[in-house]
C-alpha cells in the first residue's frame, strides 16, 4: 500500500512539474508571438520608407536628367497611370 502511495506521490510531482512546465511555455510563446508582431510591423514600415526614398532617387535623377531612356519610359508609364487613377478618382467624386 505504501508503495502505491509513493508512485501516486511521484505522478502527482510530475504532473505538477509538467503544469509548471506548460505555463510557461505559453508564457513564453505569448511573448515570442508579440515579439513577432512588433518585428512585422517594424519591417512593414521599413519596406514603406525604402519605397520613399527610391521615389525620390528617381526624381532627383530626373531633375538632374540624368534618367536613361528606359527608364524615362517606364517613368512617363508610371505617371500615365497615376493621372488616369486621379481622373477616375475625380469622375467618382463628380458623379
Same mark, same amino acid.
Given at each position: 500500500?505504501?508503495? =502505491?502511495?509513493?508512485? %501516486?506521490?511521484?505522478?502527482?510531482?510530475?504532473?505538477?512539474? %509538467?503544469?509548471?512546465?506548460?505555463?510557461?511555455?505559453?508564457?513564453?510563446? !505569448?511573448?515570442?508571438?508579440?515579439?513577432?508582431?512588433?518585428? $512585422?510591423?517594424?519591417?512593414?514600415?521599413?519596406? !514603406?520608407? %525604402?519605397?520613399?526614398?527610391?521615389?525620390?532617387?528617381?526624381?532627383?535623377?530626373?531633375? $538632374?536628367?540624368? =534618367?536613361?531612356?528606359?527608364?524615362?519610359?517606364?517613368? #512617363?508609364?508610371?505617371?500615365?497611370?497615376?493621372?488616369? #487613377?486621379?481622373?477616375?478618382?475625380?469622375?467618382?467624386?463628380?458623379?
Amino acid at each position: 500500500m505504501e508503495e =502505491l502511495e509513493l508512485q %501516486v506521490k511521484r505522478i502527482h510531482e510530475k504532473l505538477q512539474q %509538467v503544469l509548471r512546465q506548460r505555463e510557461f511555455l505559453l508564457k513564453e510563446n !505569448g511573448k515570442l508571438k508579440e515579439e513577432i508582431r512588433q518585428l $512585422k510591423q517594424t519591417d512593414s514600415g521599413r519596406a !514603406g520608407q %525604402v519605397e520613399q526614398l527610391k521615389q525620390q532617387v528617381e526624381i532627383l535623377k530626373v531633375k $538632374k536628367g540624368e =534618367l536613361p531612356v528606359a527608364e524615362k519610359a517606364v517613368l #512617363e508609364r508610371r505617371l500615365s497611370q497615376y493621372i488616369r #487613377e486621379i481622373d477616375r478618382c475625380i469622375a467618382l467624386l463628380a458623379e
